[in-house]
């Protein structure tokens, strides 16, 4: 009989703390899946990718330099068999669709436990599609051709930046700027500013119509 074939997966996340959580969690609960290199911007991620030829890519969606999805344009065409797994703490609807346009096989967020981790990366690795709850149906609107789809894009929603959109989310959820601040690992004084960003941009006065204006368009 022959030996099973080790899951080959490449980590791409600008937090080097949080890839090295989760290279330590795959590597401690299962003996089929190997974490083979991580990187931490787009330019390492790519280079990586076409190096080392993983079978799995567990991607961020949100980085400075451009994200899962700009990871995905530069990467999927030129390597069409390696199949990517967006790994995000957003649960956006914008930001679940983006990256399964581009290409990602999956998404799952950072609230994931780590066995529920391992059985998505070994899934996707398989073929199948892996959603985190409630995240399937953003993708069943949006590429539903019926009344009532959700949309694809919010003009309001795209003047915020992706990190803007992060406080934002977190800020709904009635997280304190501390707490924001050390979910995201930024300092409360870019919390700070990117909450007035927010509220500049969207002609709002005070958290608790952001919060409004957040859950009318999904992001909480």
Do not use: C
């Amino acid at each position: 009989m022959s030996e099973k074939r080790l899951v080959r997966v490449y980590l791409v996340d600008d937090h080097s703390m949080f890839r090295a959580g989760v290279r330590a969690e795959l590597d401690t609960l299962t003996d089929d899946i190997e974490v083979i290199g991580e990187a931490g911007t787009v330019g390492e991620a790519v280079a990586g990718i076409g190096h080392l030829r993983p079978d799995v890519v567990l991607l961020d969606v949100h980085m400075p330099d451009g994200g899962g999805a700009e990871v995905l344009r530069q990467a999927r065409k030129a390597y069409p068999e390696v199949v990517f797994l967006a790994l995000s703490v957003s649960d956006a609807a914008e930001d679940v669709i983006a990256v399964i346009r581009a290409g990602a096989r999956g998404y799952v967020t950072k609230t994931i436990s780590s066995q529920e981790l391992v059985t998505a990366v070994l899934r996707v690795a398989e073929g199948d599609a892996v959603f985190s709850p409630r995240l399937a149906g953003f993708v069943l609107d949006a590429f539903a051709d019926r009344p009532g789809a959700a949309p694809i894009s919010d003009p309001e929603l795209d003047l915020l930046t992706p990190r803007e959109r992060d406080v934002l989310r977190l800020l709904a959820r009635g997280y304190a700027y501390k707490e924001i601040a050390s979910e995201l690992f930024i300092s409360v004084k870019t919390v700070e500013t990117h909450v007035s960003s927010v509220l500049r941009k969207t002609q709002l006065s005070n958290r608790y119509e952001l919060s409004r204006w957040a859950s009318d368009r999904r992001l909480v």
